[in-house]
């Protein structure tokens, strides 16, 4: 009687570069997090016409400095969630209003300081010699800088506005691109896949564009992230001083300056603000480590 042939497993087959990129994303709980606070914060900002309650600049002195509705305070009541400010403002509108101000600073900032910084860098990295020398004499001249001092200093003598705080921040804050893209074209550069396409004879611009970029733009959403959610605590910053976004409008920062006289008695004022602009950097922070995190080589 012959015998049966022994079963043979097989190996499994190879998850998809997509499969292997939904577990990383799936499974990675800081990305997650910042995410769904990051949407919730920006869809909040986008839906402020529909979804704030009352007008954001609307002053009703005889109900100024009403409770939110967990104290224990008398006045407090359901028409107004969050409150008032010592104008009689509806605290909950300026905080959903606020939200925008500070995206649109960040994002904005961010993209100027981005576009800034990576010319720089790549420039620097990728061509080295005498246009390496002038980025590293500019990225150390910029380090020499303090930001707060100079911002305050330039928004001094301009003036103060949404416009003018965005475009201070954005020409300050574009070291930290210029240096980590220097550092990774620098690396990439010396790869196979550069010096295949120096050999087919490619343009040096379509070297950066096509090889150089692409496989550095991990580097790059990081720092990106980085910056935006330090532009927005300079925005915060600068407002908190009564140099950034000018009265009446609904910054953040300047809802915790405008509070600062009442924080002993009335904490809430200060708490409130503080606690939005903390979730949304944090979330900031979180969403740019878990795309670091699943987008590189081997990652979680």
Request: hydrophobic fraction near 55%; aromatic fraction near 8%; charged fraction near 15%.
């Amino acid at each position: 009687m012959e015998k049966a042939a022994p079963m043979v497993s097989l190996p499994a087959p190879e998850p998809s570069p997509a499969a292997l990129l939904r577990r990383r994303i799936f499974g990675h709980a800081g990305l997650l997090i910042g995410s769904a606070v990051l949407i919730a914060i920006i869809l909040t900002a986008l839906l402020a016409p529909w979804i704030a309650p009352h007008d954001p600049y609307d002053q009703v002195l005889d109900r100024k400095l009403i409770p939110p509705v967990w104290s224990d305070g008398g006045k407090a009541t359901w028409v107004h969630p969050l409150g008032t400010d010592h104008f009689g403002r509806d605290y909950l509108s300026r905080l959903i209003w606020g939200a925008r101000i500070s995206l649109v600073i960040g994002f904005s900032a961010m993209l100027i300081s981005g576009v800034i910084g990576t010319v720089l860098g790549v420039l620097a990295g990728f061509f080295g010699g005498r246009v390496d020398m002038v980025a590293n004499f500019l990225i150390t001249t910029r380090l020499s800088m303090p930001v707060v001092l100079v911002a305050i200093a330039v928004v001094s003598l301009v003036g103060s506005s949404l416009t003018v705080v965005i475009w201070v921040l954005g020409l300050l804050i574009w070291d930290r691109f210029a240096v980590v893209m220097r550092s990774a074209t620098m690396q990439v550069r010396n790869l196979d896949f550069v010096a295949a396409a120096q050999a087919l004879g490619c343009s040096k611009s379509r070297i950066v564009f096509s090889e150089i970029l692409p496989n550095i733009a991990n580097h790059l959403i990081v720092v990106a992230t980085v910056e935006m959610a330090h532009a927005i605590l300079l925005e915060a910053a600068l407002s908190f001083l009564g140099l950034g976004v000018q009265p009446p409008e609904p910054s953040w920062g300047l809802m915790i300056s405008e509070a600062k006289g009442l924080m002993f008695f009335d904490g809430w004022l200060i708490a409130i603000p503080g606690t939005a602009l903390f979730a949304l950097v944090l979330s900031i922070n979180l969403l740019g480590d878990g795309v670091r995190d699943v987008t590189a080589p081997g990652g979680v």
